[in-house]
């Protein structure tokens, strides 16, 4: 999850995902809860190493002038989409309750729920961060359904530590004032029960997103994601 919020790769290369690195990654949910669900984690690695192939992809067409066709690529973006599309958080939710048995299962289902939809609004920025065909009302509708899971989460419940990272994705993605309210008061929760220096930063990273969108900047077509990477910084919001 830390690699979505970093500089875009240009030189090394991100972890390949393959069946190999999905067992692992089931071991270890077993072991130790990841926070977001094992399924979800693995496409974040499909998702960015789909994007470190496109920079690839066209490096090569500036060079030899070969690439892979365009219908190619939204054939796999399509996948992608619909893979998020299919993952199930209730049997999500109902499978992890022996591995986790102190949470309450609804805030399982919850947790899992805000993570499917903002993974979609992760997915939908980064492999088409400049299509304005994409209606926003679809992507915002996302973001609605992020924040009110990650509300039904009480700030006492061992899952509540785990919301971060949807939450600043959703947030990046809240117009209206009603909204970022309780996006900031969901923020402030997090503040008082953890004291963490991610909580902070984030929230002032999405401030400026805020404002640059306030004030028309390239944020008010949903390009945050390009304001992250000309920022230059390295945020591991998790």
């Given at each position: 999850?830390?690699?979505?919020?970093?500089?875009?790769y240009k030189i090394t290369r991100p972890m390949i995902p393959t069946p190999d690195i999905f067992n692992y990654l089931q071991r270890s949910e077993k072991i130790s809860f990841l926070g977001c669900p094992v399924d979800l984690v693995y496409l974040i690695l499909v998702i960015n190493w789909q994007c470190w192939y496109m920079v690839q992809d066209r490096r090569s067409t500036a060079e030899d002038h070969t690439t892979t066709s365009e219908q190619a690529t939204l054939d796999i973006h399509a996948s992608i989409?619909?893979?998020?599309?299919?993952f199930e958080p209730i049997a999500w939710g109902i499978k992890t309750s022996v591995s986790v048995p102190e949470s309450d299962?609804?805030?399982r289902?919850?947790?899992a729920s805000a993570y499917k939809s903002a993974i979609m609004i992760y997915a939908i920025?980064?492999?088409?961060?400049?299509n304005?065909?994409?209606?926003s009302v679809l992507v915002q509708s996302f973001a609605i359904q992020t924040i009110t899971n990650l509300c039904a989460i009480?700030?006492?419940?061992?899952?509540?530590?785990?919301?971060?990272?949807?939450?600043f994705i959703a947030g990046a993605e809240t117009h209206v004032f009603e909204q970022r309210e309780i996006v900031y008061g969901l923020f402030q929760r997090f503040w008082y029960t953890l004291r963490s220096a991610n909580v902070s930063n984030a929230a002032q990273v999405l401030g400026h997103i805020w404002r640059r969108h306030d004030n028309g900047g390239n944020d008010a077509d949903g390009n945050w994601t390009d304001y992250l990477a000309g920022e230059g910084t390295e945020w591991l919001f998790v």
């Open positions: 999850m830390g690699t979505t919020l970093a500089t875009p989409i619909t893979q998020i599309e299919c299962i609804a805030q289902i919850s947790l920025r980064v492999l088409h961060p400049h304005r065909l994409l209606p009480p700030a006492q419940d061992p899952f509540f530590k785990c919301i971060l990272w949807p939450l």
